[in-house]
């Protein structure tokens, strides 16, 4: 027989952000974070703005806060509720469930108070008119009413898969009506550094676009150089 695990599990002392780096991620939008870090980052895209973000503005940036449930649970969201740092983005981990919610209106009204920037989730949520009122940026599957349960086992401050991505605590989240996109703790530095190059590339391709642009492939000089042959 398997011994018990514990009712809940609490990793402390991840590494946590600057304040610096979390403001450098501030108003970039999602796919320039993922063209940084070569195209990829974002959580499947089944995970969105709750509502596709058209009744309030859901966009947040911040270390992320792992709430590792299991299937129709919340008992680590509930801790850590607990262990919010002013900034955080919660992830409620559920393993993919949709039989119930991951979340509700009051327990999106507690985040807020304790300082949340936002909500990121594997399942469902409920309530949505008061998550609307509440007004604090979540990120679901979508929406279902069925009530989860509170009886573990559970881990918080850890890590877990989310919509096909590891998420450690810690690591940055940026998300907008795009996606959620994940940069590992390890490599926030470098992939603010890419970030700048892409800014200027994005920003000089803007230009060009508004000004007529409307050739993305040289195609004669694909086949000059052999790279691409006319049939016909």
């Known amino acids: 027989m398997i011994e018990e695990p514990p009712f809940l599990t609490i990793h402390k ?13 501030r108003g970039v939008p999602t796919g320039f974070v993922c063209d940084a870090m070569n195209g990829k980052g974002a959580l499947d895209t089944a995970i969105g703005p709750i509502g596709f973000g058209r009744d309030y503005d859901c966009t947040c940036v911040g270390p992320a806060l792992v709430a590792d449930n299991g299937p129709a649970e919340i008992l680590a969201t509930l801790a850590a509720v607990s262990m919010i740092q002013p900034g955080d983005v919660v992830v409620a981990a559920v ?3 949709q039989g119930c919610s991951a979340s509700g209106d ?8 304790a300082g949340a920037a936002g ?7 409920r309530d949505y008119e008061g998550i609307v009122e509440v007004g604090l940026p979540a990120f679901c599957t979508g929406l279902n009413p069925n009530s ?3 009886s573990g086992p559970g881990a918080v401050g850890g890590a877990a898969v989310v919509g096909g991505m590891r998420i450690a605590t810690g690591d940055m989240l940026i998300a907008d009506r795009s996606g959620v996109v994940v940069v590992p ?12 190059e892409v800014k200027a590339l994005e920003a000089d391709l803007e230009a060009k676009v508004a000004a007529g642009f409307c050739a993305p492939l040289d195609l004669d000089a694909l086949v000059a150089e052999g790279k691409a042959v006319v049939k016909g």
Do not use: C, W
């Not at 946590?16 to 991620?25: G, L, N, V």
């Not at 909500?119 to 949520?125: E, H, I, Q």
């Not at 703790?185 to 700048?196: G, H, T, W």
């Open 13 to 25: 002392g991840a590494p946590r952000p600057t304040q610096a780096q979390i403001d450098a991620f």
């Open 95 to 97: 393993e993919g469930h």
């Open 106 to 113: 009051q327990l999106m009204g507690m985040m807020k108070n």
């Open 119 to 125: 909500f990121v989730t594997d399942g469902p949520m």
């Open 148 to 150: 989860p349960y509170g």
């Open 185 to 196: 703790f390890a490599e926030i530095d470098s992939v603010l550094a890419k970030l700048e």
